[in-house]
């Protein structure tokens, strides 16, 4: 299930081949809405083109997107990939080009927040039924039937890292012609290849690890061609497009991504190695500790587990809060995967819509903390988490 260790060749080289205008070493930022034809002949002759080689209107592509697109297909190795808007507009674009009313969903009941209201709330208004199902093999499998169209899984899930076993999930949907749809934005890029594990599709949001810097948002579909070919069709129509600035950046943040993941793991295996031994923390969510439930699962299936780690305090919601405003490196915000430290408390940052009682079904409890580690020193970040834990 592990790719080569070329991770940082990939990161810098992959998918860029051939000249660039004014022989550019980085690929430049192509800002145009719209391209021009030399003769009316050309337009008949790009509209008959079954595979494109040249552009028109920047909804349908531009150099910059392409170009990023590329990359991530050469990453992550798939047959093609879509670049979009954010991590949200491929989910929502993947969902509504592939899904039909009277069509069935089974996804993880613990994702993303936006990614199960979309689900939950839209979708639903559409005539798609959907089945939340527990982060494992056999109740994903379980809640398959003839009229399931698609499976939706993170790996690992969010908050509490949870790591579904995708390619005992893949056996299930290839037998029965059903397409999975794998999310591994939290693994982080290198730590999870989706692909190998038996998903047709990948959705990431490039806003965390791939571009890296908390300065830009967008998203990607990548996989099987035939599966993106209407999910493409779709996206060109609902206008998702990433602008070819944005592009740009993350183009430029995927160069050192590879570095960055390396420093962001090792950080996050000594957290919550910290985590766990400290008498203020209850318990500590992280797959490469072997306390977590699904140790086992990720140890297999994944090289690294990324730079999350989630934990609970022996405190209630006050202390918690308490616990956050004493930290001096990290910062209070969403968001996971950029070069700075982040935290959150998951009730008040995600779930603070919710009733105390509907957490709780959630499995949302107040003093449930995230870190999302950046590139800071080690050292910096943990004692920066024993000086707020005094507090409690």
Not at 182 to 205: E, H, R, Y
Not at 295 to 305: G, N
Request: charged share 25%; with cysteine; net charge positive.
């Amino acid at each position: 299930m592990r790719k080569p260790d070329n991770s940082s060749t990939l990161s810098v080289h992959g998918g860029e081949r051939g000249r660039r205008l004014a022989d550019a070493l980085a690929m430049p930022i192509v800002q145009t809405a719209t391209f021009s034809f030399e003769t009316s002949r050309a337009v008949r002759d790009y509209q008959e083109e079954t595979v494109k080689t040249r552009f028109e209107y920047g909804r349908y592509g531009a150099p910059t997107q392409q170009a990023l697109e590329a990359k991530l297909a050469a990453v992550y190795r798939t047959e093609d990939a879509l670049v979009t808007s954010s991590g949200m507009a491929s989910v929502t674009d993947t969902f509504l080009a592939l899904l039909k009313t009277g069509d069935h969903l089974v996804m993880t009941s613990e994702s993303y927040r936006r990614t199960r209201s979309f689900c939950e709330n839209v979708l639903t208004r559409f005539g798609v039924r959907v089945t939340f199902a527990d982060p494992v093999a056999d109740s994903i499998v379980a809640a398959l039937n003839r009229g399931t169209r698609a499976v939706f899984v993170e790996i690992p899930t969010n908050p509490h890292l949870y790591v579904p076993d995708v390619p005992r999930i893949a056996a299930a949907t290839k037998k029965r012609g059903i397409p999975l749809i794998v999310d591994p934005t939290i693994a982080g890029p290198f730590s999870a290849d989706p692909v190998a594990m038996g998903a047709d599709l990948v959705i990431l949001s490039l806003t965390k690890y791939l571009a890296g810097h908390n300065d830009v948002i967008g998203g990607a579909v990548l996989g099987r061609r035939d599966l993106l070919t209407p999910v493409r069709e779709y996206h060109g129509t609902a206008g998702t497009l990433l602008s070819p600035l944005a592009a740009y950046l993350i183009l430029r943040g995927m160069k050192t991504a590879a570095l960055r993941m390396e420093r962001q793991n090792q950080t996050a295996e000594r957290v919550a190695a910290f985590l766990e031994q400290h008498r203020a923390v209850r318990r500590v969510y992280y797959p490469r500790l072997p306390s977590h439930p699904h140790y086992e699962i990720a140890t297999r299936l994944l090289r690294s587990c990324g730079g999350v780690v989630s934990f609970r305090l022996r405190s209630n919601l006050k202390g918690a809060e308490r616990f956050l405003d004493r930290l001096r490196v990290f910062r209070i915000a969403p968001s996971l995967g950029g070069v700075e430290s982040l935290a959150e408390l998951v009730a008040t940052m995600s779930f603070w819509d919710r009733t105390r009682a509907q957490r709780k079904e959630l499995d949302i409890p107040d003093d449930l903390v995230r870190l999302s580690l950046g590139i800071e020193d080690a050292d910096d970040l943990v004692a920066d988490l024993e000086h707020a834990l005094k507090g409690l």
